[in-house]
């Protein structure tokens, strides 16, 4: 231990002006020290445990201290999560780790996402039947509520996102983590195979388009009987359903860099088939599309098994009945015993697209439900009504297939506004799920609400009601009835409902997984656990 010098007591004299005497020396530092009764006697205590001592020795405990650089850089560095310790560690651990996985931002990984399930096969294969149906009041009542309660989950499901860290798993682990993770589990399987069968609804749209618009002649089992096509439309959805489920399987199975690639193709397809919409419907303002309805009476004739809408021409100065005759007759002769209802009233050929300057908007407004089997029929048209009403079932009318009313159109058109989750579902390849989310989902259901509200005034403003609540094109012989509205082919819309249908198919068959892959990582439902499965097999093998 250092040596101290002899202790000299300054005398009370030396603050008074006298001559200061020797005072206390400390051997080592050569730094004066004094003592004084106004200096704190217990701080001179503490301060005497360190005098003399080499301070090297205490520089790791100083630097386990809290600094103020520390201070500062912890205080930089907090977060408020209320997500809990085990999902920040997580979260904390990836970005130390910097693994390079497909890092997608707003536009890409939600927004395309979202607006390429939400413009999908209701669009364009029954938005038409819905306001023909509905009428245009009530269907913009329908998409509005739709929509709106669509916002107000999008808007709660932000404010979980924003709320912490968002990992794989999306809304399945924002509702887990915030109802707890027995409601989110329940929920979570319910949403999965919302999910799931909303793909199956996507992939049997697309077989539709290809089977009935774009390629008949594809189809593998074929009728000559009006009776069976329902069967055989079933038993190729049943074989191409398969073949095309293998191959987004595919896809996704590669990839979901790549289903991006095929989403981006797809979209830009379904945006110019909107925008093939609205050009068309500003052309038939001044030049309507040819697109003829034939008419009995008041009753809306199917054009499959006839193509002149007539009951009888002028050939060579003379009178010929025609196809339609004997279609309602029971020979082709002037003197033959025809239907009571054909004898009674004229044929009659209007336009089904009249254009948005005719003023059918007016006639479009009401709805006209009706039960399964009914004669669509024209509001406002001439019509006498005979005594009998027999054989109606084998004569060339459009009928209805199902009975219609409020809920039944509002569940046929609530699943097209479901793929709101379309981008929370790949909050795994985000790069920032706590903004993207929020802002992609949002601006994807105002963008969608837009069209399809647009959409439904302005095929109400074009179309004829006949036409609208013609499901399968039967007055026109199988035409998309928005391909013939389109500007400037329809092949233009064809296409593009392919491809969108195709590509909300992906979107779907993308998500589900994750989700399920989310809810087995809990544990909650044990047979979803990989390990399950291997006890499982060990047990009936022992």
Same mark, same amino acid.
């Given at each position: 231990p250092p040596t101290e010098a002899p202790v000299l007591a300054r005398p009370p004299q030396a603050q008074r002006?006298?001559?200061?005497?020797?005072? %206390?020396?400390?051997?080592?530092?050569?730094?004066?020290? /004094?003592?004084?009764?106004?200096?704190n006697s217990a701080e001179m205590d503490r301060g005497n445990i360190y005098e003399g001592k080499n301070m090297a020795l205490f520089e790791e405990e100083m630097d386990s201290n809290p600094m103020v650089s520390s201070l500062l850089n912890k205080i930089a560095n907090y977060t408020n999560l209320t997500q809990g310790v085990v999902e920040h560690?997580?979260? /904390?651990?990836?970005?130390?780790?910097?693994?390079?996985? &497909?890092?997608?931002?707003?536009?890409?990984? $939600?927004?395309?996402?979202?607006?390429?399930?939400?413009?999908?096969?209701?669009? @364009?294969? %029954?938005?038409?039947?819905?306001?023909?149906?509905?009428? $245009?009041?009530?269907?913009?009542?329908? $998409?509005?509520?739709?929509?709106?309660?669509?916002?107000?989950?999008? +808007?709660?499901?932000?404010?979980?996102a924003t709320n912490g860290v968002v990992p794989a798993g999306g809304s399945y682990y924002m509702i887990s983590r915030s109802l707890g993770p027995e409601f989110g589990g329940a929920v979570g399987l319910c949403f999965y195979l919302g999910t799931t069968f909303a793909g199956a609804m996507y992939i049997l749209g697309t077989i539709e388009i290809l089977l009935t618009y774009i390629s008949p002649s594809a189809?593998? @089992?074929?009728?000559?009987?009006?009776?069976? /096509?329902? /069967?055989?439309?079933?038993?190729?959805?049943? !074989?191409?359903?398969t073949c095309i489920v293998a191959l987004m399987a595919i896809v996704v199975f590669v990839g979901v860099k790549y289903v991006n690639k095929f989403a981006l193709v797809f979209l830009s397809c379904v945006i110019l088939s909107i925008f093939a919409i609205y050009a068309g419907v500003i052309k038939t303002a001044f030049d309507p599309p040819d697109f003829p309805i034939c008419l009995l009476g008041n009753r809306t004739l199917s054009r499959r098994n006839f193509d002149i809408c007539a009951k009888f021409i002028e050939v060579n100065n003379e009178t010929v009945t025609t196809k339609l005759w004997s279609l309602f007759c029971d020979n082709r002769s002037l003197n033959a015993t025809c239907d009571e209802y054909f004898n009674l009233n004229n044929v009659t050929e209007i336009q089904g697209i009249p254009g948005i300057a005719s003023g059918v908007l007016i006639d479009n407004l009401w709805s006209a439900y009706t039960d399964k089997g009914s004669i669509i029929e024209k509001k406002g048209h001439p019509s006498i009504t005979g005594t009998e009403e027999t054989k109606i079932g084998?004569? &060339?009318?459009?009928?209805?297939?199902?009975?219609?009313?409020?809920?039944?159109? !509002?569940?046929?058109?609530?699943?097209? $506004?479901? #793929?709101?989750?379309?981008?929370?579902? %790949?909050?795994?390849?985000?790069?920032?799920?706590?903004?993207?989310? &929020?802002?992609?989902?949002?601006?994807?259901?105002?963008?969608?609400?837009? +069209?399809?509200?647009?959409? +439904?005034?302005?095929? #109400?403003?074009? +179309?004829?009601?006949?036409?609208?609540?013609?499901?399968f094109g039967e007055a026109v012989n199988g035409n998309l009835v928005i391909g013939t509205l389109a500007w400037p082919s329809p092949w233009v819309i064809v296409i593009g409902s392919f491809f969108s249908t195709c590509g909300a198919g992906l979107q779907s068959l993308t998500g589900a997984p994750r989700l399920l892959q989310a809810i087995a990582r809990d544990g909650i439902i044990p047979f979803l656990q990989v390990s399950y499965f291997f006890q499982y097999f060990k047990c009936i093998y022992i």
């Open positions: 002006g006298a001559r200061a005497p020797p005072y %206390r020396a400390l051997e080592g530092d050569g730094i004066p020290k /004094e003592s004084s009764p106004f200096i560690e997580a979260d /904390e651990d990836s970005k130390r780790k910097e693994i390079k996985t &497909p890092r997608m931002g707003t536009f890409i990984g $939600v927004y395309l996402p979202c607006l390429q399930n939400i413009l999908g096969v209701i669009l @364009f294969l %029954r938005l038409t039947w819905i306001v023909g149906t509905s009428g $245009v009041l009530e269907s913009f009542i329908i $998409v509005f509520m739709c929509c709106a309660c669509t916002m107000l989950t999008a +808007i709660s499901m932000s404010a979980i189809a593998i @089992f074929k009728t000559e009987d009006a009776d069976g /096509e329902p /069967e055989d439309m079933l038993n190729n959805m049943r !074989v191409y359903g084998g004569l &060339p009318y459009v009928f209805t297939d199902i009975m219609t009313y409020f809920t039944m159109l !509002v569940g046929i058109y609530f699943p097209s $506004v479901t #793929g709101i989750m379309a981008g929370s579902n %790949r909050s795994g390849d985000l790069r920032d799920a706590q903004k993207s989310i &929020p802002t992609g989902t949002i601006l994807a259901i105002s963008t969608t609400s837009f +069209i399809y509200l647009s959409c +439904i005034v302005l095929f #109400g403003a074009c +179309i004829e009601g006949v036409i609208l609540r013609d499901k």
